[in-house]
């Protein structure tokens, strides 16, 4: 499978969005992804936290996408979303995906990638555990119905 990873752009909402609900029980609102797609340099989420889209694509065809930000006054990445459309699964692509989010955070000095997962997502945990990711918690009820664990990379 063929594909480039770059900016989310707003014209990519429809299909990102699509994605979303179809891989997650409890997915984002539209609007969230029309923000991340309308900031091509990263998305001011607050002071000195940034964040920032990207895709895989296929020529005009979206594989999957993955958002992350940069907390510049701790110096922690954190993914906050990634997935991949279901019929190209295991094809690498959530890896690139993560790598490419990784080496961004790594360029911008940050010292730790974290993320968090559902206790039942056996799928991304291996992935990320695949990356050299290390459970550092378990965090209670963080999806409201399910509890999350915490990961962690050093950079
Ligand atoms: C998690 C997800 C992004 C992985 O994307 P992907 O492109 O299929 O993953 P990759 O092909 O890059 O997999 C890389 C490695 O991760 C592990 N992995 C990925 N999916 C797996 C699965 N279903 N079962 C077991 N291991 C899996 C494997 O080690 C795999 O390497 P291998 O194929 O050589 O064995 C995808 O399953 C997805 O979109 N899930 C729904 C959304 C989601 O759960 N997002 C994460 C929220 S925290």
Not at 22 to 50: I, N
Not at 104 to 132: I, K, P
Request: net charge neutral; glycine share 6%.
């Amino acid at each position: 499978m063929e594909y480039q990873i770059t900016p989310f752009k707003p014209c990519d909402i429809e299909a990102v969005y699509e994605i979303e609900c179809k891989s997650f029980a409890q997915p984002w609102e539209k609007k969230y992804f029309s923000l991340y797609a309308s900031f091509r340099q990263g998305l001011p989420l607050e002071t000195r936290v940034r964040s920032y889209a990207r895709v895989a694509r296929n020529n005009d065809e979206i594989l999957g996408y993955i958002i992350w930000s940069n907390n510049e006054r701790t110096g922690h990445g954190r993914v906050l979303n990634i997935a991949v459309r279901e019929d190209v699964r295991r094809q690498n692509i959530g890896r690139d995906l993560m790598l490419h989010a990784v080496h961004h955070m790594r360029e911008a000095d940050m010292s730790r990638c974290q993320l968090e997962v559902r206790v039942s997502n056996f799928a991304a945990q291996r992935l990320y555990e695949s990356l050299g990711m290390v459970r550092i918690g378990v965090i209670p009820k963080y999806y409201g119905d399910e509890d999350a664990i915490r990961y962690e990379l050093a950079l």
